[in-house]
C-alpha cells in the first residue's frame, strides 16, 4: 500500500468531522486495497464462544458468598461492564436511573424508566421482575421499595464503584434508613477471578492483536506516520471479526508513555512503540511492542534488553499469595539495578494493572497494594524506561495465575527488530 493510499483511507475517515456549514463536497474514497500480509488475515469469530447459562449463575453465587463475608446485604449497578458481567446486559448511563440490584437473598430486580422498560426485557428476558417508574416519580424511593419488599428495612447497600455520585446519593437521600458502602469487595472479587470460559476469550484476544501486529509490521514502509500505521494494525484487528484500536508513537515522542497525538513520521533507526488491543465478547487484551525500523542503536538495543529481564522478573514474581506490590518491586529492581532510577524517574509508572472486561481493572501491580494474588487473577505486565527527548522501551503481554504461577497469553518477543 502507498503512503497516498492510507492518506486518503484516513481522510475518509475523518471528513464527517467538517461542520455541515462549511458546504464542501466530500469526495468519494475509492476501496483501499490492503497489504498483502494484512489481506490475509482471516476470521477468527468463531473461536469465540458464548458463556453458558451456568457462567452467570456461578457469578451470582460468588456474588452472594462475597456479600456474606462483607456484611453487606445487596449491591446496586448501574449502565456499564458489570452490568454486562452479571447481568448479560449492554446499558449505558444518563441521568435517569436505570440500576440493577442484586440482594444477599432472593431474586434480582431492575429499576428502570417506564419508556425503557421493553427495551430492558428485550435484553433481560421476560420473567425478571422490572420496577419501573415514570418521569415525575422518584426511582430512589422506588428502588427502595423493591428492597424493603424483599424485608430490608435497614440494610446495607453497596454501590458499584462506577455508579455516579447523584445516583449513590438519591437512594440515600430517599432511604435514610439504609446505610451506603463500597461494592468494591463484591465485585471486584467477582470481577478478579477469570473462570476457564473469561481466559479462553483473553487469549484470543491477545491472539488476534498480536496477529495485527506483526502483519502491520511486515507492511511498515519508511515515510508512513503513526497514524497511518496505525490504521493497518486497526485493519488487521477487524479483518480476523474484532474491534480495536491501537496507539503509535515514533522516536522521542515513545518517550511519553501514553504518547502524542500529533503526526509522527517513521524513519529509518527510529523507535516505533504500539500499545492497546482488541475486545473479544467483552474482553480485552493489551499489547505493547517496541521495535525499530532498520539498525537500533547500541543505547536503543541494550535498553530494550534491561526492559525485557524486567518483564521477565515480574512474570517470575507473580504468584498467589504473593503481595500485588512486590510484582512491581521485582521489575523496579531489574531496571534501577541498570542505572535508570531511583524510583519513578525512567520507569514512570506501575508494573501493571488488572484487565478484563474493562482495559484496566482490579487489582494493581503497584508500591503499596497489599493484594495477595490469587488464582485466576490477570494483569498486564508492562515495564518501561523512557529517556525524555531520545526514546522509550516498554514491553507489555499479558499474564494470568495459576496454582504454579503466571503465565503470558502471549509469547515475549525475541527481538528488537520484530514483534
Request: aromatic share 8%.
Amino acid at each position: 500500500m502507498t503512503r497516498n493510499q492510507l492518506t486518503r483511507r484516513l481522510f475518509a475517515q475523518t471528513a464527517l468531522t467538517v461542520p455541515l456549514f462549511a458546504q464542501r463536497p466530500v469526495p468519494e474514497s475509492p476501496p483501499v486495497q490492503l497489504p498483502p500480509a494484512v489481506a490475509a488475515l482471516k476470521s477468527r469469530r468463531a473461536e469465540a464462544r458464548p458463556f453458558a447459562p451456568a457462567e452467570f449463575e456461578a457469578r451470582m453465587e460468588r456474588a452472594r458468598q462475597l456479600m456474606t463475608d462483607n456484611k453487606i446485604d445487596a449491591i446496586c449497578v448501574a449502565g456499564g461492564t458489570t452490568l454486562r458481567y452479571f447481568a448479560n446486559l449492554r446499558w449505558g448511563n444518563s441521568e435517569r436511573l436505570f440500576a440493577y440490584v442484586i440482594p444477599r437473598k432472593g431474586q434480582p430486580f431492575f429499576i428502570s424508566p417506564s419508556f425503557e422498560e421493553e427495551r430492558a426485557r428485550e435484553q433481560a428476558g421476560q420473567d425478571v421482575k422490572i420496577w419501573t417508574w415514570q418521569e415525575d416519580q422518584d426511582p430512589y424511593a422506588l428502588l427502595g421499595e423493591g428492597l424493603r419488599g424483599l424485608g430490608l428495612s435497614s440494610a446495607t447497600i453497596g454501590m458499584e464503584e462506577k455508579v455516579v455520585f447523584a445516583f449513590s446519593d438519591g437512594l440515600s437521600r430517599s432511604n435514610p434508613g439504609f446505610k451506603i458502602t463500597s461494592a468494591t469487595p463484591i465485585t471486584a472479587g467477582c470481577r478478579a477471578r477469570k473462570s476457564p470460559a473469561e481466559l479462553a476469550l483473553m487469549k484470543l484476544a491477545n491472539s488476534v492483536t498480536l496477529e495485527a501486529y506483526r502483519a502491520a509490521w511486515q507492511s511498515v514502509q519508511e515515510g508512513m506516520n503513526n497514524r497511518e500505521f496505525a490504521s493497518l494494525i486497526e485493519a488487521g484487528m477487524s479483518r480476523q471479526g474484532f474491534p480495536g484500536g491501537v496507539s503509535v508513537q515514533v522516536g522521542e515522542w515513545s518517550a511519553l508513555p501514553h504518547g502524542s497525538a500529533r503526526p509522527q513520521p517513521i524513519r529509518e533507526g527510529t523507535i516505533v512503540m504500539m500499545d492497546d488491543g482488541c475486545t473479544v465478547e467483552g474482553y480485552q487484551s493489551d499489547i505493547t511492542r517496541t521495535v525499530v525500523l532498520g539498525k537500533p542503536t547500541d543505547k536503543m538495543r541494550q535498553v530494550w534488553e534491561i526492559v525485557l529481564k524486567a518483564q521477565s522478573a515480574a512474570l517470575a514474581a507473580a504468584k498467589p499469595g504473593v503481595p500485588c506490590e512486590a510484582v512491581d518491586a521485582a521489575a523496579r529492581k531489574v531496571i534501577e539495578d541498570a542505572g535508570y532510577g531511583p524510583g519513578y524517574q525512567y520507569f514512570t509508572h506501575r508494573v501493571g494493572h488488572g484487565i478484563g472486561m474493562d482495559g484496566h481493572e482490579w487489582p494493581y501491580l503497584v508500591k503499596g497494594n497489599k493484594t495477595p494474588i490469587q488464582t485466576g487473577m490477570t494483569f498486564s505486565d508492562e515495564p518501561g524506561i523512557y529517556i525524555r527527548g531520545e526514546f522509550g522501551v516498554r514491553h507489555e503481554d499479558c499474564m494470568f495465575i495459576t496454582e504454579a504461577g503466571a503465565e503470558l497469553f502471549t509469547p515475549q518477543p525475541s527481538s528488537i527488530g520484530t514483534i
